[in-house]
């Protein structure tokens, strides 16, 4: 059975970081994308930033680029997302999400349903 649990997530200030892990269980995410999504309530979900280990590359929607970092360990089995300099506008509940190893992969992380396996989902607030 497959899961990923999220963990990281919680009550920051703005320009504080927070770190969020999306760990799995049943699948080896060092052979397949991971990809960190958030939903605002009342917004659209959006994606924020993936990793291809095997592929080699990372990608980050604009508005995190400089600000968050996304890496793995293959010994944990884990992905982070390490985010600095949070906004209020931030606030979202974050989602990591795996798809298998996909050519061209720039082009389709975006896309929500290129992910076959999702998390629950951690709650991040960013407020004085």
């Known amino acids: 059975q497959v899961q990923l649990v999220e963990s990281g997530g919680g009550l920051v200030q703005p320009g504080g970081s927070l770190r969020l892990s999306c760990t799995a269980s049943?699948?080896?995410?060092?052979?397949?994308?991971v990809t960190w999504f958030r939903q605002a309530p009342g917004k659209e979900r959006e994606a924020v930033s993936t990793?291809?280990?095997?592929?080699?590359?990372?990608f980050y929607t604009d508005s995190v680029k400089g600000r968050f970092t996304i890496s793995g360990d293959n010994g944990k089995n884990t992905v982070y997302l390490q985010m600095n300099d949070l906004k209020p506008e931030e606030t979202a509940v974050y989602y990591c999400?795996?798809?298998?190893?996909?050519?061209?992969?720039?082009?389709?992380?975006?896309?929500?349903?290129?992910?076959?396996?999702w998390g629950q989902g951690t709650q991040v607030t960013v407020s004085s």
């Open positions: 999400a795996t798809a298998p190893r996909t050519a061209t992969w720039e082009a389709y992380w975006m896309d929500s349903d290129r992910h076959n396996y």
């Open positions: 049943g699948l080896s995410l060092r052979a397949r994308a």
């Open positions: 990793i291809s280990r095997s592929q080699g590359f990372t």
